[in-house]
Every structure is written in C-alpha cells, then in structure tokens.
C-alpha cells in the first residue's frame, strides 16, 4: 500500500473517529461534518485501485509523435509475471516486499521468442514485465520510443502486485 493511500485512510479514521465522538454531545453540526470528510477520505484513498482494474492499459492521451518530439501517452498497466524469479534465483516478490513505492524504475524493451518484449526493473533487479500484447502495441506504434514509468500501486493478494 503507497503512502498516500495510508495517509487518506488513516485521516478518514481519526474524522471518523472525531464524527462519532462529537455526535453524542451534542455537536451534530462538527460530527457529520468530520463523517463526511471522513468518508471522502476513504473514498479517494479507494479509488484508484478501482480506476486501474478499469483502465488497465488503457490510454489517457493520445499523439502521433514528430521526429525527435516527446510522446505524451500515459498507460496504466499491471506489470506481469512478478511471481517468479530472476536469473540469479533472488525471487521477484522478496525485491517488491523491501520497496516502498517511491524508488525509480525502468523499462527496458527487449524480445522473448522472436516477439517484442518490455521489462520493468528497479536498478539490476527485474521486476517483472509488461503484457505481451502492451508490448507488442507499443513496438508497433512507437518502434524507436524509450519508455519511462512510476509506480503507482505496489499491492498484496496471492502475490504482490505492481502498478506502473
């Protein structure tokens, strides 16, 4: 879980907790007022898990690129395959479980099988990988492109996830 979502869910706690608190002496005014922002507070804390699940891949801005021109796409995308282990047999979940979220990332294009590929890394360690298919679209449509990424979300469940 990234900073800003612990710091939205623990403000939506402390006015929730002051909303309950100012409700029975008889502050209705400040104690449903603290329950709205509190549930604000949860609500953006929540959203962007939601977003990426619909905007997996999908684009914000499009833009047929000039020769040398800065190309403004953003995808949000999950990166795949970061439940196994590297080359040197460190395993990629153990790398995410020390990372915080704030460190900088690459990607690096490559080919796996005679197809286009793109890695995410985090220094030497890779991290895991873009879709086939995302990279296979972005070979296509940008052949020469660099990429750049961030994290957004580095999130548990079966496995930890990563969000760039």
Same mark, same amino acid.
């Given at each position: 879980m990234g900073k800003k979502k612990m710091v939205l869910y623990g403000a939506a706690a402390l006015?929730?907790?002051? !909303?309950?608190?100012a409700l029975p002496s008889g502050n209705i005014t400040g104690g449903i007022g603290c329950i709205v922002i509190a549930a604000v507070c949860f /609500? /953006?804390?929540?959203?962007?898990a939601k977003e990426a699940?619909? +905007? +997996? $891949? =999908?684009?914000? $801005? =499009? !833009? $047929?690129? $000039? =020769? !040398?021109s800065r190309i403004a796409e953003t995808i949000r995308t999950k990166v795949v395959g970061v439940t196994y282990q590297n080359d040197d047999g460190e395993s990629r979940q153990d790398i995410l479980s020390r990372m915080t979220g704030d460190e900088e990332i690459e990607v690096e294009k490559t080919t796996y099988n005679g197809e286009p590929a793109a890695y995410? %890394?985090? !220094?030497? %360690?890779?991290l895991g990988y873009l879709s086939a298919e995302l990279a296979?679209?972005?070979a296509a449509k940008?052949?020469?492109a660099r990429y750049t990424a961030e994290i957004l979300e580095i999130s548990g469940g079966g496995g930890t996830d990563v969000w760039v």
């Open positions: 006015f929730a907790v002051s !909303g309950v608190v /609500l /953006l804390a929540r959203k962007p699940a619909r +905007q +997996q $891949a =999908t684009p914000r $801005a =499009t !833009g $047929a690129p $000039a =020769t !040398g995410v %890394k985090w !220094g030497n %360690k890779i296979k679209d972005l940008y052949p020469n």
